[in-house]
């Protein structure tokens, strides 16, 4: 079993649908990120949680610690969000990376 | 403010040769780390350098090497290539603790024929 694992594996969404993306981990973090990676490569850090909510803009990321998992949401989802979203937890100076979701927003 | 950048870009390597990737943090980022995508693997990671000392190593061969410099610049090595040795490689720096937000750059691609 994976340390970080996501689902889906793969998601096709409707332009404005909202979409969720779902991250579960199994070992003792001291941060979860969510990476945001676009076909060329280059990684966006997204957001770094250790607790509760984080919002910017149409993103939101939730986690629950006692529950070891964590919730990337879009709301009114756009094809520019089509990418591959990466959860990776901090466990000591390391990341462990999830397989990653790869979103495709039609339009 | 500048983000991370890592030089080359693009890299075609034969079997046998070695490379050497760089990556600038950051501006007052000390700490850098590195990345390895690969399709079967995705991302793993390969070691984090600190004030010039290697903080963390991950499960790679010794063909893999790294240093940073004063300038928290840093460097990977990767000696005797294989094919398997193709991928993405990716640095990443933050300030310091490891609480702290961690900035990516856009990555080496690096073919081994």
């Known amino acids: 079993k994976n340390e970080v694992e996501q689902s889906p594996q793969n998601l096709t969404a409707q332009e404005g649908e909202f979409i969720t993306i779902n991250c579960s981990y199994s070992?003792?973090?001291?941060?979860l990120h969510w990476l945001q990676q676009h076909p060329g490569g280059g990684i966006v850090s997204l957001f770094m949680?250790?607790?509760g909510k984080k919002k910017h803009g149409r993103l939101i990321a939730t986690i629950n610690i006692q529950e070891k998992h964590s919730s990337l949401h879009i709301t009114a989802s756009h094809p520019r969000d089509s990418a591959v979203y990466i959860c990776?937890?901090?466990?000591?100076?390391?990341?462990?990376f999830g397989p990653g979701t790869r979103l495709s927003v039609l339009p | 403010k500048a983000g991370v950048t890592q030089t080359p870009r693009y890299l075609i390597k034969t079997r046998g040769q070695q490379v050497t990737l760089s990556c600038s943090p950051i501006?007052?980022?000390?700490?850098v780390s590195w990345y390895q995508q690969t399709p079967g693997q995705g991302l793993q990671f390969l070691f984090e350098?600190?004030?010039?000392?290697?903080?963390n190593k991950g499960n790679f061969p010794g063909r893999f090497s790294g240093r940073q410099f004063s300038n928290s610049r840093s460097e990977m090595n990767v000696s005797t290539l294989e094919l398997g040795d193709s991928a993405l490689y990716l640095c990443?720096?933050?300030?310091?603790?490891?609480?702290?937000?961690?900035?990516f750059g856009q990555g080496t691609r690096l073919t081994v024929v």
């Open positions: 501006s007052g980022h000390r700490s």
């Open positions: 949680l250790s607790s």
């Open positions: 990776a937890v901090r466990r000591g100076q390391n990341f462990v």
């Open positions: 990443a720096s933050s300030l310091a603790d490891r609480n702290t937000e961690a900035f």
């Open positions: 350098y600190f004030s010039e000392t290697q903080r």
């Open positions: 070992v003792g973090i001291s941060a």
